[in-house]
C-alpha cells in the first residue's frame, strides 16, 4: 500500500515495544539488518540522480512485490513532511541518512513495524527486522526469510570471495548486524559499565546509544552490536553476539542484586523520587525524560513499582520524542511547547488514561 | 504541674501551627516576647551560681502561682535529656542558651504551647504567647494578662528613666519583642526579597531564619520583628511592625500573582515535583525537606495542591526536625537513620495515615 502519510502509525506502537519475550526486565529489543545492492547499479553515493531514479524503479517493484511487504505501507521520502520523517527515524524505521536526504529514497513498513526495507540508503536496500526482548533468532529467521523473497525478484551484488558486496566495506560479507538494546542502569549506578563495554569492544562488538551510531548513551539504554561482517558465517555472528549479550545479562543482574543488598533505601529513593517527578512534573526535556524512565522501568523490572506496566515505559521512550509529540498535537510546537506537552503525554500515560 | 518528661507534647501538635487565622497562607504564626528581671538579683549571666539558685526558687514560686500556668507544665532543664531539650527548641518553646546551659533553668509551657515561660534564660524571665496566623494583638493581649499576673507575685526591676532593665541593652525599655514568622516563597522567586529584607531594616525591623537570632533563613521562611525597645510604647511598637508586616504581605501576594500570570506552568512544574518528590522519597534530609515543604505550602495557598491542609504542612516544619523524630522513634538515630524516617513520616502523613 503506498501511503503518503504515516499518521496510520499513531494509531498503534511498535510491536518491538511491547516489553515481552526473553530477558525482557534488561533487554528492550533485538533487531537484525541486512545490507543489499544491486547487481548492475552503483551504490547509492556514487550514483547519478538518473541512476538513484533507475535503482528506486527496479527496487521499488521488487520490494512491493513481496507478500510480506504487501500488507504493509510503502512511503517515498521526498513525498512526506520533515516532521512525519523525523517522526520514523524516532521509531527506529529509517535512519537519519533517509531522514535528511529523502530523495529517491523510501521504506517499506511491515508486520506491526516489526520490519522495515529501507530503499536507496547507503546501500540499495537496508532490511531491518526487531523484536521485543532478547530475540535475535526470531529476527533471523524473518530476514532470512523476506532476504529469500527478495533474492527470487532482484539480482544482488555477491562475490564468491567477499559474499555481498557493501557501500562501506564495514558491512562487505553477510552484510548482518545484529544488535541488542540494553537497559543497564544498575551497571551505570556501581560503575562497572565502561569496564563491560572495553570488554566487548575487544571482542569484536561495539556499544552504542538509542539512536544508533554517534549517538550517546541516555538513560542507560546501550545498543550493543556485532563489528564483524567478513569471514564469518551469519549463524556464527549471531552465536557470538548472543554469548555477549548473555554475559551482560549477568552482570546487569548481579549489579542489581547488590544494589538490593547493600543499597536498598538509596535505590528505593532514586526510583521513588524519580516516579514522584515523572508523574507530577509540568515540564520536562527529553534528556530528563529518559533518565526518569530509565529509573522506573528499573523499578517496574525489579518489582518496587507495581502499577505501571513494562509496555508503558517503553512507549513513552518513543512517544516523548519531539515529532511524536508534534504528530500527536497535530502541530509544529517550540522546543518549550514540547517539554509542557512531553509532561502532560506522560502524567496521563501514567495514569492510564 | 512539675513534669520531668516532655513525651506529653507528643500527643499534639502546637497550638499556633494550626494554620489559620488572619493571613494565614503568608504568615504562619506571630509572637510576643517579654523580657523581665528580678529587682534584688543579678542578671543570670553575672550571677553566682547561689544567686542563680536563689532567682530560680523566687521565679518558680511565682510563675507556678499564676493560674494561666498551674494548668500547663513545667520542666527543669536539668531533669530531662539532651533530646527533650533539643525538641523543644524544635517546638519554639525554649531557647538555644536554655538547651546548651540547662543548670538552674526551667520552662512552662501552657495552653497547648500558646504560651511558655523560661526561667533565668539571659533574662530572668522570657514570656512568649505565640498565635496562629498574622494575630499580633491577640498575643500581645494573651502576653499583658500573663505579665499582670507575674507583676502580682515577682518585683521586677524597673527604672522611671528607661522602663524594664534588661541583661542586653537592645531589649532594655518595654522588653518587648514581636515578631511574625512569614512565607515568602514568591518574593524569594522573583528576586525581591533581599530589596524588601533592606527596606524592613530601615524601618527598625530585622529578618531572621526559623530558629530566630543567628540563623538563616531557609525554605523561603523569615521571621520579621522589632529591634526597638527604648521609647516607643508598646502598642506603638506593634503597630508598627503590624503596618510593615501588612506591606511585606502585600509585596508576597502581588509576587504571587505574577508569577500565576507570567510564569504559571513553571510555578505549577516547580509545586507539583516537590509535592511528587516529598511523597515518594525514601531519604531526605532537612533542608531539602524544608524547601520541598515550602513549596508545597505554596501549592497549598495557591489552591495548586487540594488534598493536603495547611496544618499537615506546617506540623511537617516541626515533626521532621531531628530531635522530634527521635522521640517519635523512641531511641537514638544516626543522621542517615534520620533521612529516612523523616522520608517515611512525610509520607505516611501526606497519605493522611
Redesign the interface.
Known amino acids: 500500500m503506498n501511503i503518503t502519510s504515516v499518521d496510520y502509525l499513531l494509531k498503534h506502537t511498535c510491536e518491538w515495544l511491547k516489553g515481552t519475550g526473553p530477558n525482557s526486565d534488561i533487554v528492550i529489543s533485538s533487531r537484525i539488518r541486512l545490507a543489499r545492492n544491486l547487481e548492475k547499479l552503483p551504490f547509492s553515493h556514487w550514483a547519478s540522480k538518473k541512476q538513484e531514479k533507475e535503482a528506486m524503479d527496479i527496487l521499488e517493484k521488487g520490494v512491493l512485490d513481496v507478500d510480506l511487504v504487501k500488507t504493509g505501507a510503502y512511503i517515498r521520502m521526498s513525498e512526506i513532511e520533515d516532521v512525519d520523517r523525523q517522526f520514523l527515524l524516532e521509531r527506529h524505521l529509517i535512519s537519519r541518512e533517509h531522514m535528511v536526504h529523502p530523495e529517491y529514497k523510501s521504506v517499506a513498513i511491515a508486520d506491526k513495524e516489526i520490519m522495515s526495507i529501507m530503499v536507496n540508503e547507503e546501500d540499495h536496500l537496508r532490511v531491518q527486522v526487531m523484536q521485543s526482548g532478547f530475540n535475535l533468532q526470531e529476527c533471523w529467521r524473518i530476514a532470512n526469510r523476506l532476504d529469500e523473497s527478495l533474492h527470487k525478484r532482484l539480482k544482488f551484488a555477491f562475490s564468491a570471495d567477499w559474499g555481498y558486496l557493501t557501500a562501506c566495506p564495514t558491512n562487505t560479507g553477510t552484510g548482518l548486524r545484529a544488535s541488542v538494546m540494553l537497559h543497564l542502569p544498575a551497571l551505570v549506578m556501581t560503575k562497572q559499565v565502561s569496564r563491560v563495554i572495553q570488554a566487548i569492544s575487544k571482542l569484536g562488538m561495539t556499544a552504542r546509544g538509542l539512536y544508533g551510531e554517534g549517538t550517546e548513551a541516555e538513560g542507560n539504554f546501550f545498543q550493543i552490536s556485532n563489528q564483524i561482517t567478513l569471514g564469518t558465517p551469519e549463524d556464527d555472528v549471531i552465536d557470538n553476539l548472543e554469548r555477549v549479550i548473555r554475559q551482560v545479562i549477568g552482570h546487569e543482574e548481579n549489579a542489581r542484586k547488590t544494589l538490593m543488598k547493600q543499597n536498598r533505601?538509596?535505590l528505593?529513593?532514586k526510583i521513588?523520587?524519580s516516579?514522584?517527578?515523572?508523574?507530577?512534573?509540568?515540564?520536562v526535556n527529553t534528556k530528563e525524560t529518559l533518565s526518569l524512565l530509565s529509573m522506573v522501568r528499573l523499578g517496574v523490572d525489579m518489582g518496587l513499582i507495581t502499577d505501571i506496566d513494562r509496555r508503558a515505559v517503553n512507549e513513552l521512550l518513543i512517544l516523548t520524542q519531539p515529532a511524536h509529540l508534534q504528530k500527536i498535537e497535530g502541530r509544529q510546537l517550540s522546543s518549550a511547547q514540547r517539554d509542557?506537552k512531553r509532561?502532560n503525554l506522560i502524567r496521563r500515560r501514567l495514569e492510564g488514561r
Chains 1, 2 share one sequence.
Do not use: L, P
Not at 516516579?275 to 515540564?283: C, D
Open positions: 533505601e538509596v528505593q529513593d521513588a523520587r516516579n514522584g517527578i515523572i508523574r507530577s512534573a509540568y515540564i509542557v509532561a
